[in-house]
C-alpha cells in the first residue's frame, strides 16, 4: 500500500512505495525555524521510492542540504542532503495523509531542544479552540 501525503493547498502531491528508514522528531535550530514549529517530524525513504506529482520550489539551507517546499501555500516538504542523507529523502511527516500511521522512533538534535519542550504534557488540553463549542 502506498504511503502518500502532500501540501496544504493540495498542488503538490507525493505517493511512497516502500518502508520507511527512519522517523524523527528533530529538535535543530533550522528545522524549527524552517516549519515555523517547536520540532519538526521528518521520515526518511529512499529517493527510488518516491514519486512527486506538482514542482516544488527548491531553497538551498546549508551546504549540500536542499528543502523543498510549494510556493503556492508555502508547506515545508522535503529535505534531501547526499553527504548525510545520501539516496534518501526525508518527508516532514506531518504532511501525510495518515501521520497517525507511523509512529516516530527518536528525537534528534535534543541539545537544541527548546527547554520548555520538556513539560508540555503539564499543560492543559482542550478539544477544541478554547471557548469553542465542541
Same mark, same amino acid.
Given at each position: 500500500?502506498a504511503?502518500?501525503?502532500?501540501?496544504?493547498?493540495g498542488?503538490?502531491?507525493?505517493s511512497?512505495?516502500? $518502508?520507511?528508514?527512519h522517523?524523527?522528531?528533530?529538535?535543530?535550530?533550522?528545522c524549527?525555524?524552517w516549519? %515555523? $514549529?517547536?520540532l519538526? %517530524?521528518?521520515?526518511a525513504?529512499?529517493?527510488?521510492?518516491? +514519486?512527486?506529482?506538482?514542482?516544488?520550489?527548491v531553497?538551498?539551507?546549508?551546504? %549540500?542540504a +536542499?528543502?523543498?517546499?510549494?510556493a503556492?501555500?508555502?508547506?515545508g516538504?522535503?529535505?534531501?542532503?547526499?553527504?548525510?542523507?545520501?539516496?534518501l529523502v526525508?518527508?516532514?511527516?506531518?504532511?501525510?495523509?495518515r501521520?497517525?500511521?507511523?509512529?516516530?522512533?527518536?528525537?534528534?538534535? $535534543?541539545k537544541?531542544?527548546?527547554?520548555?519542550?520538556?513539560d508540555?504534557a503539564?499543560?492543559p488540553?482542550?478539544? +477544541?479552540?478554547? %471557548?469553542m463549542d465542541?
Amino acid at each position: 500500500m502506498a504511503i502518500t501525503g502532500g501540501c496544504h493547498c493540495g498542488a503538490i502531491r507525493y505517493s511512497v512505495q516502500g $518502508a520507511a528508514e527512519h522517523h524523527a522528531l528533530c529538535h535543530c535550530t533550522d528545522c524549527r525555524r524552517w516549519s %515555523g $514549529a517547536p520540532l519538526a %517530524g521528518w521520515i526518511a525513504f529512499r529517493e527510488a521510492d518516491v +514519486t512527486i506529482a506538482g514542482q516544488p520550489a527548491v531553497y538551498a539551507s546549508s551546504p %549540500g542540504a +536542499t528543502r523543498h517546499f510549494c510556493a503556492a501555500c508555502g508547506t515545508g516538504l522535503f529535505y534531501r542532503n547526499e553527504q548525510v542523507l545520501p539516496g534518501l529523502v526525508d518527508i516532514q511527516s506531518g504532511t501525510l495523509d495518515r501521520p497517525e500511521d507511523h509512529v516516530p522512533g527518536a528525537h534528534i538534535m $535534543a541539545k537544541e531542544r527548546l527547554p520548555w519542550m520538556r513539560d508540555l504534557a503539564t499543560l492543559p488540553e482542550f478539544a +477544541t479552540y478554547p %471557548g469553542m463549542d465542541a
